[in-house]
Structures are given as C-alpha cells and as structure tokens.
C-alpha cells in the first residue's frame, strides 16, 4: 500500500533529499511544503497518510502547526522531522500528539521505518525519549486551569521559552538583557509551580500560550 506523505520543510535540500530517499519505496511524496501556513493548506485539501514536519519554520513554530493539524485532523499521523536534539521540543511534541521525533541526521533505515510505523497507527516513541521529558509531562502543582498571576512581560518571556529559545535568543528577541531574562525565568517557575524550562513549556502548551 503507497504511504502518502506531505514533506513539510523551509530548505529545499532537505525536502530533495527526503523525495530521493523514498524513491523506489512505498512512501510517496504527494506534496510539500516550505512554510506552515502552506502545510495546513495542503493537509486541508489532500490526502494524506502521514505529515514529516520540521520542527523550525520562518514563519512559525512547527510545534504549532502540529497543534493545529491534530486539532483539525486528529487521525492524522504527524512525525517531527528536526536538527535539534532539544528535550523541550520533544516535550511539547510528545504533549501534542505527534507519532514521534527524528532527527535530520538519522540513517536512511530509521527514517524509513519511522514514517512505516508512524503512517501505520504506531506511536514510534523510544523509552528514552519519553524518559527524558516524564517529569515534563507529569502534572505540576499548579494545574494548566489555574489562573496564574503572571507579568505580560513574563508571559512574553514564557512563550518564547515554550518556542524552545535560549536565554540568549529570548533577550535578543524581546530586546532585554540576559540578566532580566534569567531573572523572569526563576519567577516564572516559581510561580507555575515547576522546576525546569522544559516543565514550564509543557504548562504553556496544555494553557494554550503557544
């Protein structure tokens, strides 16, 4: 049975290299996608077995675009395609319903066997994968319904935190210092009741911040 896929990446390359490396196989590339806007476009008009989508886009979050493709298409098998080894990524892919996490510089038979699995119902989750992100998904003291008196420039803060971006990266965005963003940080957990970035990312998802 041909395995239709949507190839959903910003670099041309990548999008080349994954049609080629599916020749001569069952999964065929029925469409791509350089953007995510463009990815939810097409997943809205044909029709798929499963999305390989990048985690980083220019014109947005691909963990936003998962999102939004499970609520819209719940049936949908949504594999995460990324160059960063990032436990908050994984966190809030695992929180959204992807099928599972591989990175760009995985073997060819990796890939391939991921998207069989993934397209065939199977959540391709390893032990530790999830090993790594269960204190993230466990449920913090403070539960995601719970209104929390945060700052809007704290939940400025957590927002680009959820989006996965350093300290560095966050003051560099929100043009503030990197003192003031590990200051807003601390506060932040504090307040939602979790002890690490990845936890507070999480939170932010099942809050509908990001």
């Given at each position: 049975?041909?395995?239709?896929?949507?190839?959903?990446?910003?670099?041309?390359?990548?999008?080349?290299?994954?049609?080629?490396?599916?020749?001569?196989?069952?999964?065929?590339?029925?469409?791509?996608?350089?953007?995510?806007?463009?990815?939810?476009?097409?997943?809205?008009?044909?029709?798929?077995?499963?999305?390989?989508?990048?985690?980083?886009?220019?014109?947005?979050?691909?963990?936003?675009?998962?999102?939004?493709?499970?609520?819209?298409?719940?049936?949908?098998?949504?594999l995460m395609l990324s160059t960063y080894d990032n436990p908050t990524y994984v966190?809030?892919?695992?929180?959204?319903?992807?099928?599972?996490?591989?990175?760009?510089?995985?073997?060819?038979?990796?890939?391939?066997?991921?998207?069989?699995?993934?397209?065939?119902?199977?959540?391709?989750?390893?032990?530790?994968?999830?090993?790594?992100?269960?204190?993230?998904?466990?449920?913090?003291?403070?539960?995601?319904?719970?209104?929390?008196?945060?700052?809007?420039?704290?939940?400025?803060?957590?927002?680009?935190?959820?989006?996965?971006?350093?300290?560095?990266?966050?003051?560099?965005?929100?043009?503030?210092?990197?003192?003031t963003v590990k200051e807003h940080v601390q506060h932040i957990l504090r307040k939602?009741?979790?002890?690490?970035?990845?936890?507070?990312?999480?939170?932010?998802?099942?809050?509908?911040?990001?």
């Amino acid at each position: 049975m041909t395995i239709r896929v949507l190839v959903a990446d910003d670099h041309q390359v990548v999008r080349s290299g994954l049609r080629s490396m599916f020749a001569d196989t069952e999964i065929e590339v029925v469409a791509e996608a350089a953007s995510g806007k463009d990815a939810l476009q097409v997943a809205s008009e044909t029709q798929l077995n499963l999305v390989l989508l990048d985690v980083r886009m220019p014109d947005g979050d691909g963990l936003n675009v998962l999102g939004r493709l499970k609520l819209d298409h719940p049936e949908l098998a949504v594999l995460m395609l990324s160059t960063y080894d990032n436990p908050t990524y994984v966190a809030r892919a695992v929180a959204l319903g992807a099928a599972g996490y591989v990175l760009k510089d995985a073997q060819h038979d990796v890939l391939l066997d991921a998207v069989r699995r993934a397209a065939a119902g199977e959540n391709i989750w390893t032990r530790e994968e999830l090993r790594r992100v269960t204190g993230a998904l466990a449920t913090p003291r403070l539960a995601s319904n719970v209104e929390v008196p945060l700052t809007q420039r704290e939940s400025e803060v957590l927002r680009q935190l959820a989006l996965g971006l350093t300290n560095k990266e966050i003051a560099q965005a929100l043009h503030i210092s990197y003192e003031t963003v590990k200051e807003h940080v601390q506060h932040i957990l504090r307040k939602i009741g979790v002890t690490d970035r990845t936890q507070a990312a999480v939170w932010a998802v099942r809050k509908g911040l990001v």
